[in-house]
């Protein structure tokens, strides 16, 4: 069952243009061909990529932050209620005033108090300042190494500046050893961010961002199965070459050092526009599109490939948007304030209501001087929760 599977998997009409075989990217005469058993190596490269992170988070970056003034906001902690925890972890963080005044009065609480135990129970599991210099220190070292590093493996090749050359005499392109480390380095990184996902900084785009991971993953893991390393090379270059921007940009953010940051968000801007919303389009998508069939017809590969890049610029259009409101905030008050995908600290005492705090409650009653709204008064004395 597994060999005809595998054997229907890997049928070269799937992966190779018409009139292609395997036979012909195989080694000889001194010449290396891409294989797909090669990206296996990507898998304990990975888990060597985490080590490091984690290494350099606590040596470097923790360090770093300190001696650069990223000071965590002190939180007050939750106090322990069991009721509110376990709803809290089974229902959402966010209850709706109907349900927020039932769960007052089940516990004997005022409708405030209640509204600041979730604020400060969604606080506690906000990840601090420092985790987020850490998280962004350590992208922006790989990043930056991995721009230039790809940069100085491409600088001398023809594709680079002629996209239409990544389609000359294929398949039949060696591999150079150079492109062939760089590729993998950044296979590894992006299942290394796989790993880590559950412990990173969670924004409002998270979705969008483990998308755009599995869609990444599998570009590359096709792209080099397939002997498409030239036009993928393209296409992870320019990416890296505004992802190290806007991880310096948050690092900035996290200092306060204000000028320095607007500044470099201007700049990051511009660059992601051009690579993303310009460059990817009209080089990367129309030779993919249109120069690399010109003279082969179409297969299944040049469809799934050309899938994978429509699904990037799609998800380049949505952050592409946040950045627009990003730049008329910036527009409109003068500096960036804050990352339209982060989830901001709420203010523990928002309302107002820290006095109320320590009014005690008579057999489950409101106190005669404490704002109750008539929806928890009506709950307290039996009446079930609207729906």
Same mark, same amino acid.
């Given at each position: 069952?597994?060999?005809?599977?595998?054997?229907?998997?890997?049928?070269?009409?799937?992966?190779?243009?018409?009139?292609?075989?395997?036979?012909?990217?195989?080694?000889?005469?001194?010449?290396?061909?891409?294989?797909?058993?090669?990206?296996?190596? *990507?898998?304990?490269?990975?888990?060597?990529?985490?080590?490091?992170?984690?290494?350099?988070?606590?040596?470097?970056?923790?360090?770093?932050?300190?001696?650069?003034?990223?000071?965590?906001?002190?939180?007050?902690?939750?106090?322990?209620?069991?009721?509110?925890?376990?709803?809290?972890?089974?229902?959402?963080?966010?209850?709706?005033?109907?349900?927020? *005044?039932? =769960?007052?009065?089940?516990?004997?609480?005022?409708?405030?108090?209640?509204?600041?135990?979730?604020?400060?129970?969604?606080?506690?599991?906000?990840?601090?300042?420092?985790?987020?210099?850490?998280?962004?220190?350590?992208?922006?070292?790989?990043?930056?190494?991995?721009?230039?590093?790809?940069?100085?493996?491409?600088?001398?090749?023809?594709?680079?500046?002629?996209?239409?050359?990544?389609?000359?005499?294929?398949?039949?392109?060696?591999?150079?050893?150079?492109?062939?480390?760089?590729? =993998?380095?950044?296979?590894?990184?992006?299942?290394?961010?796989?790993?880590?996902?559950?412990?990173?900084?969670?924004?409002?785009?998270?979705?969008?961002?483990?998308?755009?991971?599995?869609?990444?993953?599998?570009?590359?893991?096709?792209?080099?199965?397939?002997?498409?390393?030239?036009?993928?090379?393209?296409?992870?270059?320019?990416?890296?070459?505004?992802?190290?921007?806007?991880?310096?940009?948050?690092?900035?953010?996290?200092?306060?050092?204000?000028?320095?940051?607007?500044?470099?968000?201007?700049?990051?801007?511009?660059?992601?526009?051009?690579?993303?919303?310009?460059?990817?389009?009209?080089?990367?998508?129309?030779?993919?599109?249109?120069?690399?069939?010109?003279?082969?017809?179409?297969?299944?590969?040049?469809?799934?490939?050309?899938?994978?890049?429509?699904?990037?610029?799609?998800?380049?259009?949505?952050?592409?948007?946040?950045?627009?409101?990003?730049?008329?905030?910036?527009?409109?008050?003068?500096?960036?304030?804050?990352?339209?995908?982060?989830?901001?600290?709420?203010?523990?005492?928002?309302?107002?209501?820290?006095?109320?705090?320590?009014?005690?409650?008579?057999?489950?009653?409101?106190?005669?001087?404490?704002?109750?709204?008539?929806?928890?008064?009506?709950?307290?004395?039996?009446?079930?929760?609207?729906?």
């Amino acid at each position: 069952m597994w060999s005809s599977f595998n054997e229907w998997f890997w049928q070269e009409k799937l992966w190779l243009p018409p009139n292609s075989s395997w036979v012909a990217l195989e080694d000889r005469d001194g010449l290396v061909y891409p294989h797909p058993r090669d990206v296996l190596a *990507a898998l304990p490269l990975a888990l060597a990529l985490v080590a490091m992170r984690f290494t350099f988070e606590r040596f470097i970056g923790l360090p770093l932050s300190r001696w650069l003034g990223v000071r965590d906001q002190a939180r007050r902690p939750a106090k322990s209620n069991a009721t509110l925890e376990k709803y809290f972890l089974t229902e959402g963080c966010k209850p709706k005033e109907p349900q927020m *005044a039932f =769960l007052a009065a089940q516990c004997g609480l005022t409708l405030q108090q209640t509204r600041r135990w979730f604020r400060r129970r969604r606080n506690q599991d906000r990840p601090c300042l420092s985790k987020k210099f850490c998280e962004a220190s350590w992208r922006f070292v790989f990043y930056l190494c991995s721009f230039f590093g790809g940069l100085s493996v491409l600088y001398h090749e023809s594709w680079l500046w002629t996209p239409v050359m990544c389609w000359d005499n294929y398949p039949d392109q060696p591999l150079k050893p150079g492109l062939y480390y760089w590729y =993998l380095l950044e296979l590894s990184f992006y299942i290394s961010l796989l790993i880590t996902l559950h412990l990173d900084v969670k924004r409002k785009d998270f979705k969008e961002q483990v998308a755009h991971h599995f869609v990444t993953i599998t570009l590359i893991v096709f792209s080099y199965s397939a002997n498409l390393l030239r036009i993928g090379s393209l296409v992870l270059l320019l990416h890296d070459a505004s992802d190290y921007l806007l991880e310096a940009c948050k690092i900035f953010n996290y200092t306060r050092w204000r000028k320095a940051c607007d500044t470099l968000f201007i700049v990051f801007s511009l660059v992601f526009f051009y690579t993303r919303l310009v460059l990817f389009p009209t080089q990367i998508l129309y030779t993919t599109y249109y120069e690399s069939i010109a003279s082969s017809g179409p297969f299944f590969g040049y469809y799934f490939f050309n899938g994978l890049l429509m699904m990037l610029q799609l998800l380049h259009v949505f952050w592409s948007c946040l950045i627009l409101r990003m730049i008329y905030s910036f527009t409109r008050k003068g500096q960036m304030e804050k990352d339209v995908r982060s989830d901001v600290e709420e203010a523990d005492s928002s309302d107002g209501d820290v006095a109320q705090e320590s009014l005690p409650l008579k057999n489950g009653a409101a106190p005669t001087d404490g704002p109750r709204s008539r929806a928890a008064g009506r709950l307290a004395n039996g009446h079930a929760p609207a729906t």
